[in-house]
């Protein structure tokens, strides 16, 4: 076997470790908060564990705000960037999460607990501690980013290890308040935060925080407002349901729902690990970034399909077990519900695509006609036929839409030159833009927290010349990057520089030269109802 060969093999085993590792990490996430709501739920009253679902609802939104302000930008804009660029981001990103924690919880809490009634201790106690669990939160980001989802994956485990044993210690000795299990678990994610600022060797610099809200505001604009337009129609459309039907009716769409939640595992761990591993390769074809696209929605498709039709087949015994005397109204639902999950696996191969080009504004329009169909479908489908009629008004919404973004992705792909690279325009559509790369400013030009921002997606190592061979690329659908194509690496080099990093040293493999991560919940392209 040759040199190149040896080379290759090496970065492929490298790229199938890290999307292991990070699938893992977010199967432990997921896995986690379910344990964490189980937990509660049995050792609090119902009150109690009320007032604890509202507090994780705000703090799953505010935790989904603050990745589209910081988490995904850093994912599109530097996961192949130079190291000293890559760290002036994860510090600049940590102090924007910090300073955004720290105010909602100056505007939450008093609202809180002046209007939320039982709910606002709870809520006010889960928003004081917030800042440091955003700070967690983005570290995870940046470790998958930076192709280190080894380091995610142990700090991820250290939170859970820290949280039950809290929370078993606090039950043990007799507390059974909300207010006291949701400080447990937030100074567990505190000490979590600790540790990832020392596994990065950074800390939050809140005085960069304006600057990079600056340089990824063409990005979150967009990002932020897809968050909040979908999940709020979605939300809205449930209420919808529960106001014109019943809660038995929105108790059979949750049913299904928690069925079907296996899938966000795959869906936000595929959402999460290809964005920055498509970003930080911008010398892809359109052809390759096209296969990769239907790659991933067809993988996450044909799984949907395959789930559904397992639990289509459950026998009533085993889905009782499960959901109780939700079952009988979850499986009415369950055909529509799979093909509602089936349309968001499908849109997440072009989204994917989209989000690594710097395009979010692509995505976001669609989603806005999303939460439009969202917002009707679901009630005139309970309308015409209950639960399982606004269960249809869902999937209708997500595989009508579903095509839209494979329609966004290939107006992105047709701008972009024959030899590969970002599309013409930024991400807000604005020729010469920065919206796939880092625009220096001058006063960019200095020390410390306010070191320049270079641009990330420039393949440096391109060469050209007599002495070049192509090298295929590890591990993603397309075989190879032919030098006509526009990307050739010197005899020497590992294809792409940053495939081998740190963690994958520690497991054995082969290193070149080192890079510099909806998680703890979150949402995955379209968001779910």
Known sequence: MGAQQVKTRS???AFAGRAAWSFGDQALSSLTNAALSIFIARVTSAEGYGYFAVAFTVYTFLLGTC?????????????GAEEDDARWAAAAGTGLALVFGLLCAAVVVPVALLFAAGAGPTVATMCVLLPLLLVQDVWRAVFIARQRPRSAAANDALWTVLQFAGLSVAVAIGVRDPVPLVMVWAVAGWVAAVVAVAQGRTRPAVRSATRFARKTVDLSRYLVAEWVTVLGAAQIALLLVATIGSAVDVGSLRGAQTLLGPLNILGIGAFGFLVPELARRPWLTARQLRMAALATSAGLGLINLAWGAVLLLLPENAGRAVLGSTWAGARETILAMTLWATGIAVATGP???????????DSFIVNVLLGFLLLAGAPIGLVLGGAEGAAWGFALATLSTAPLFGIRMERILGSMPSGGGHGGDDAGG??????AGGHVDQDDRTRGDDRAVADPH????ARSGADVHAVADDGLPAAGRPVAEGHALVEGEVAARHDVTPDDEAGGVAQAQPGADPGRGGQLGPAAP
């Open 11 to 13: 970065a492929r085993s």
């Open 67 to 79: 990745r589209a302000l910081v988490n995904q930008p850093f994912a599109m804009r530097w996961p």
């Open 351 to 361: 989204i994917v695509v989209i989000r690594s080009r710097g395009r979010p504004r």
């Open 430 to 435: 604005h020729p010469g833009g920065d919206g």
């Open 458 to 461: 420039r393949p440096e190592h």
